[in-house]
């Protein structure tokens, strides 16, 4: 289980990068606590911009979805909010920070969290060897199903978020490492795969 927070984010977007136009559609960000969801934050978002219809093909959210959903300029502080200075996560996280980043510059605000989690790169460190670290091939593999749809944001957070409760249990039970904090898995993202068994093993030395 974790000693401090963990906020969980995925986004649905236009495209692939803000610095090309591309704008969220939907957020959904989940705070972990211990070794559960115990808070969430899910909306659509209205960007005032068009869906490309891959887009729509790939999510489902259709144009007229978020023409009916609260502007980004209510969401995004909301959603900093929610976030606060918790740990951020997500996989991929380098996607999802950008979006947030880039949302939150436009409106003049800025974000809190205090260190990121990618559970993409924890996932290749922790359980190596999986044909694949995409969310849904991911998950399948540990086990955790998909409650909802793949590629909208409550269910890919829920899925993401289960990830990280799973890794959790996971040092637990390979290292003894009991109560883990947040920034261990920020120091564990920061290293070579390699290495990561030899300083989980000192990092754990005696809890067991």
């Known amino acids: 289980m974790y000693l401090r927070p963990i906020v969980m984010l995925d986004f649905e977007t236009t495209g692939l990068s803000p610095g090309m136009g591309a704008r969220i559609t939907e957020v959904a960000a989940l705070r972990i606590e211990g070794a559960r969801i115990v808070d969430r934050f899910v909306s659509l978002v209205n960007c005032g911009v068009e869906i ?6 790939l999510t489902g959210i259709t144009q ?6 609260p502007c980004v300029s209510k969401v995004v502080p909301e959603l900093l909010r929610f ?4 740990t951020l996560s997500a996989h991929n996280a380098s996607f999802d920070e950008k979006f947030l980043k880039a949302e939150a510059a436009d409106l003049g605000l800025a ?9 993409l790169k924890l996932s290749r460190r922790l359980f190596p060897g ?14 955790i199903r998909f409650k909802g749809s793949a590629h909208r944001a409550e269910a890919d957070a829920e ?10 249990s996971h040092l637990d039970r390979t290292y003894g490492a009991g109560s883990i904090d947040p920034s261990l898995l920020a120091r564990v993202n920061a ?4 290495k990561v068994p030899d300083f989980l093993r000192k990092e754990f030395a005696g809890r067991g």
């Open 52 to 57: 490309p219809a891959f887009i729509t093909s």
């Open 191 to 194: 290293l070579s795969a390699a």
């Open 159 to 168: 899925v993401s978020a289960e990830v990280l409760i799973h890794a959790a």
């Open 130 to 143: 999986l044909p694949s670290y995409k969310l849904s091939p991911l998950s399948s593999s540990l086990g």
């Open 83 to 86: 976030i606060g200075r918790d």
């Open 64 to 69: 007229q979805m978020v023409d009916s959903a």
């Open 111 to 119: 974000t809190g969290h205090e260190q990121t989690v990618c559970s």
